[in-house]
């Protein structure tokens, strides 16, 4: 009976505006961390994520294969892409798609500076996108559903309600159902992408959103999407639009 | 491309204790680990790290496979003159890293 009112909940929900299920408070996800990984997270000397930042700005301002620098177009600390890593992921016109943040820097210096391409989980590209989010640090997360966008949007939504992998579960059975509850002795967070590209401890380095949630698919037995796969682009849509109104905190610390 | 962070404060009381923190990147690998395909990656710790202050060493860190990656070091030192806080680690691979920052003592 309950499934019932959330799949007619969701028809109704389809046809009217882009509007995600939303968590009632928004909590972010420091929220689900222990003190000391919060006090990691806000001291800028010691968060190892500001490292990457570091090499980021150097990636920013080196010379591209044809000579040209990021910082030539975007200033030499980015200040035009301040407020840029909110907005995403979007649709881009000349890619024809949805994209990321880390695609659309790939993007970028694939048409501008001669780039052969940034592989995902690569050095460069995770530098360069905990560099640019960075620069959004403290603005509020401002992804639109609406528009050219709305596909993917309603993809990522799709995907979010969708039983999947040997333990046949859905990301809101965890993440709307059941946050603030423990998952044997981890705490279950709301699930907001606001704080990545994030240093995980686990990792012992920075990762991106999307290694994060193919270790969620990993966790639930499914077959894990690619990372930059439009399954994976179009969930990111879904969470951020969930998270709408949050700070941006990258580089996060997680554990 | 090893990078550090080091802070110290621009300026200091002669006499004053102040903190200085680094913050190295480093895998610090503990080879006990293997790549997907079995073969054992080579252990490549940060085993020496040594900071001088005006050319006199004042802290040495010997670390082993038991430190986490990216290493996080803090301690206190009294700062007597102007001088450069400098330091300097080699890991096991050889690699060396040198960072540095004044210290202007009134």
């Known amino acids: 009976m309950r499934a019932f009112a959330v799949l007619a909940g969701l028809v109704v929900l389809g046809a009217a505006a882009a509007e995600p299920s939303r968590p009632s408070p928004l909590k972010p996800g420091p929220d689900f961390q222990s003190a000391d990984v919060r006090a990691l997270q806000a001291d800028d000397f010691a968060n190892p994520g500001m490292l990457w930042v570091a090499k980021g700005r150097d990636r920013f301002r080196a010379k591209g294969a044809n000579g040209r620098r990021c910082a030539d177009c975007h200033g030499e600390e980015g200040e035009a892409l301040r407020g840029a890593a909110t907005r995403f992921p979007k649709h881009d016109g000349a890619l024809g798609r949805v994209t990321d943040l880390a695609g659309r820097i790939d993007a970028c210096d694939r048409r501008h500076r001669g780039g052969a391409g940034l592989a995902r989980e690569s050095d460069a590209l995770l530098e360069l996108e905990t560099f640019v989010a960075n620069l959004s640090r403290g603005m509020a997360l401002a992804v639109s559903p609406e528009g050219s966008a709305r596909g993917a949007w309603e993809k990522g939504r799709d995907l979010y309600f969708t039983r999947i992998g040997q333990l046949n579960l859905a990301c809101t059975h965890c993440h709307d159902a059941r946050w603030g509850r423990t998952l044997l002795a981890e705490p279950i967070s709301q699930g907001h992408p606001t704080g990545w590209p994030a240093y995980r401890l686990e990792w012992q380095a920075v990762g991106s959103l999307h290694r994060r949630l193919r270790a969620c698919f990993f966790g639930v037995r499914a077959e894990q999407p690619a990372a930059g796969s439009d399954e994976l682009v179009a969930l990111e849509l879904y969470l951020a639009t969930r998270a709408k109104g949050l700070p941006v905190e990258a580089p996060g610390v997680r554990r | ?106």
């Open chain 2, 1 to 106: 491309m090893a990078i550090a962070r080091l802070q110290v404060p621009a300026t200091a009381r002669a006499g004053e204790a102040v903190e200085v923190r680094l913050l190295v990147q480093h895998p610090m690998e503990t080879g006990f680990r293997r790549e997907a395909d079995g073969r054992a990656v080579p252990m490549n710790v940060v085993n020496r790290l040594s900071v001088t202050y005006g050319g006199e060493e004042v802290f040495r860190a010997e670390m082993g496979s038991g430190i986490a990656a990216n290493p996080y070091l803090a301690f206190w030192i009294v700062a007597k003159s102007s001088g450069e806080v400098v330091v300097e680690w080699v890991d096991d691979k050889g690699d060396k890293g040198r960072v540095a920052q004044p210290i202007a003592v009134s």
